[in-house]
């Protein structure tokens, strides 16, 4: 039993690790061109993302069910799914 918890604990951790890298993946092929690299924003493009005080589900919200008031994130992001969407919050989330 001991080994079969061992190989549980090891795969969710491999997969918390490469959901976190899919995060950041996605967070710079699909945001950093009008968000910034690091968060900081664009002028007149996107604005700041590091330090947000949105929290993860409203972030999750945002890129999958879209609502802003302007911009790209009227509607959702084309494409997007859930889990990957709670990937990128989680990566603009650790943006400081």
Same mark, same amino acid.
């Not at 699909?30 to 005080?53: N, R, V, Y």
């Given at each position: ?12 951790? *491999?997969?918390?690790?490469? *959901?976190?890298?899919? +995060?950041?993946? $996605?967070?710079?092929? !699909?945001? =950093? ?9 664009? &002028? !007149?493009? +996107? ?11 409203? $972030?999750? &919200? ?9 911009? $790209? ?5 084309? +494409?997007?799914? =859930?889990?990957?969407?709670? =990937? ?9």
């Amino acid at each position: 039993m001991n080994v079969k918890l061992a190989v549980s604990v090891a795969l969710i951790s *491999f997969a918390t690790a490469a *959901f976190a890298q899919d +995060g950041t993946a $996605i967070y710079k092929t !699909k945001c =950093a061109l009008c968000h910034g690299a690091d968060g900081q924003g664009k &002028a !007149k493009i +996107g604005p700041k993302l590091a330090g947000t005080t949105k929290t993860v589900d409203q $972030i999750v &919200a945002l890129l999958t069910k879209g609502g802003a008031s302007k911009g $790209i994130h009227i509607k959702p992001i084309n +494409g997007l799914q =859930a889990d990957q969407a709670k =990937a990128v919050a989680g990566h603009v989330k650790g943006l400081k």
